[in-house]
């Protein structure tokens, strides 16, 4: 057998003594993938030997892998056909490497003394199969633990946790416990959040990363606050109007919705309730409290909102205002005056007269309901427009009726000249209060003439129109009649100009006493402030 066989070795080595020194080996390990190629270097460079050996041990066991002098190498059994030596620099170059090439390489490069070295191999598994489990298929938020577990094949593997692209922290909730071959990632009282990212797991050893595919768990929550919309409606609304109130909460699934009048469930579902509804339940004639109530069949909460109050009121259609049909005299008629509304409920009645408040007092009276006015007896000023305003919480209307109160004639009036010169025109009206309005008759000196209207006029007076004008004033509703009398003078050309008159004469007067008592006071003044010589 050849001088370096692997069973003449330790004689050689005995022979010629052992040498320790400094490491010919680079610091290990080395990692390297199973069915991949390693090669392990030395940190010298082209020494000089006798024979260079490389030995395996895994701690229990040991075999020699190969053993090369200048001229030979022979290589043991288990590593025949993937195992090379480099006689140059003595690298040891395995493959395909087998879970069973993991351990501790020694080499001794034996010339006068021996040096050696030794160096850790590892051949480690591919990362393979990163693969998230959930312990429940669904959760519910603030209820439930969930625990994921990413398994993975592979050697020395290191796990770590993503949602997202960002990491997953361990905190008072969550926690992280990593085995060899798997992860466990545990969250406690489960939010919705926590699982948004998605989720991700991570297996890694010093060769290769893998990741899982992305994960995602349901959490389902809620209902969250209930909220009704508006949330302060209107103390009174119209039956006639276009409104609804609509029920909303954060849920998943989505909640289903009651409502309730007065805590009492009603026959509705759904996020909207609307005033048909409402009616249809005839809960709308006085105040009441509606509220939505949210439920997940999922978390199996129930939450009830806020509660809106209000009442539904069926406006007042309109008014109408009846009153007397025959003819009213001032003075000898009474007249009733009804107010009736059509629809809704009236809460007020008020009455009015020309845009003015009633109030009942001396001839006015109000009934206790307000539904009639009574005036007895009538006089002229309760002509006019009277009306009814009707009022409720949602409406108000009104309606109206005319009063004619027939009256007068009053005392007739004749204005116009009572002098004017011959051929001058003449205009006398005569005019007197009454409804209907007056008919009118002229007489002169007790003649009746055939004027007929309120004017009576003479377009060139003439000597023989001096005389008594009669205006009679005839109202033929009432059959009351009123005359008034003016006299007219008719003169010559400029009469009526010739001398002053006795007013302008005083005038005169006047003005010529003031102007003599300013000049003698004017004088007075002057002598008091200039002293006079004594001409003696």
């Not at 969250?224 to 949330?231: F, L, W, Y």
């Not at 809704?344 to 009645?349: K, L, P, Q």
Request: hydrophobic fraction near 35%; charge should be neutral; proline fraction near 6%.
């Amino acid at each position: 057998m050849d001088l370096f066989a692997f069973k003449t070795l330790p004689f050689l080595l005995s022979f010629i003594g052992f040498c320790g020194g400094e490491s010919i080996l680079p610091p290990g390990p080395i990692d390297a993938n199973v069915g991949k190629t390693v090669t392990l270097t030395t940190l010298v460079d082209k020494p000089e030997y006798l024979a260079i050996l490389w030995n395996y041990s895994d701690g229990k066991n040991s075999a020699n892998v190969v053993t090369g002098s200048k001229d030979s190498v022979t290589v043991g059994k288990p590593y025949e056909g993937r195992a090379t030596l480099n006689r140059t620099n003595g690298y040891l170059t395995i493959g395909p490497l087998t879970a069973a090439d993991s351990g501790d390489y020694s080499i001794s490069i034996v010339s006068t003394g021996t040096r050696t070295g030794e160096i850790k191999l590892r051949v480690l598994e591919p990362v393979s199969n990163v693969l998230i489990k959930s312990n429940l298929p669904e959760a519910i938020e603030h209820n439930s633990t969930v625990v994921l577990t990413c398994s993975a094949k592979g050697s020395s593997l290191d796990f770590t946790w993503s949602k997202g692209s960002a990491p997953i922290a361990a905190d008072a909730r969550i926690t992280v416990k990593n085995e060899a071959l798997s992860s466990t990632l545990t969250i406690t009282d489960v939010l919705r959040t926590d699982l948004v990212g998605p989720i991700f797991c991570t297996a890694a050893n010093k060769l290769q990363t893998e990741k899982s595919a992305p994960f995602s768990l349901t959490v389902y929550y809620g209902p969250d606050e209930v909220a009704i919309s508006p949330p302060n409606p209107p103390k009174f609304i119209s039956s006639k109007a276009n409104f609804s109130l609509s029920c909303s909460a954060g849920s998943s699934p989505p909640a289903q919705f009651t409502w309730y009048h007065d805590q009492q469930p009603m026959e509705a579902g759904g996020p909207i309730l609307t005033l048909e509804v409402i009616k249809s339940h005839k809960f709308g004639n006085t105040t009441g409290e509606y509220t939505c109530r949210a439920k997940n069949e999922k978390t199996v909460r129930n939450v009830a909102s806020a509660a809106a109050v209000f009442a539904v009121i069926e406006p007042i259609s309109s008014a109408a205002v009846s009153g007397p049909t025959a003819t009213l005299i001032a003075g000898n008629s009474t007249a009733s005056l009804s107010c009736q509304e059509a629809g809704g409920t009236v809460e007020t009645r008020t009455w009015m007269k020309d845009g003015q408040t009633l109030t009942a007092g001396g001839r006015q009276v109000i009934s206790a309901d307000k539904k009639s006015l009574t005036i007895k007896p009538l006089e002229k000023e309760d002509n006019g427009e009277y009306t009814c305003q009707l009022s409720n919480s949602v409406s108000s209307v009104k309606g109206s009726y005319t009063m004619v109160v027939n009256y007068g004639p009053d005392a007739a009036v004749v204005t116009g000249d009572d002098a004017v010169e011959v051929t001058e025109p003449v205009k006398l009206d005569c005019s007197a209060a009454s409804v209907p309005p007056a008919n009118f008759t002229w007489k002169f000196n007790g003649t009746l003439t055939n004027v007929k209207t309120a004017q009576y006029v003479i377009e060139k007076a003439l000597y023989k129109n001096t005389g008594t004008y009669i205006c009679e004033a005839h109202n033929a509703v009432t059959g009351k009649t009123t005359t008034t009398t003016h006299k007219l003078s008719v003169k010559e050309e400029g009469a009526l100009d010739e001398g002053l008159s006795d007013g302008a004469i005083a005038g005169i007067v006047i003005a010529v006493l003031v102007a003599l008592g300013a000049a003698i006071g004017l004088i007075v003044y002057c002598r008091q402030k200039v002293p006079v010589t004594s001409p003696y």
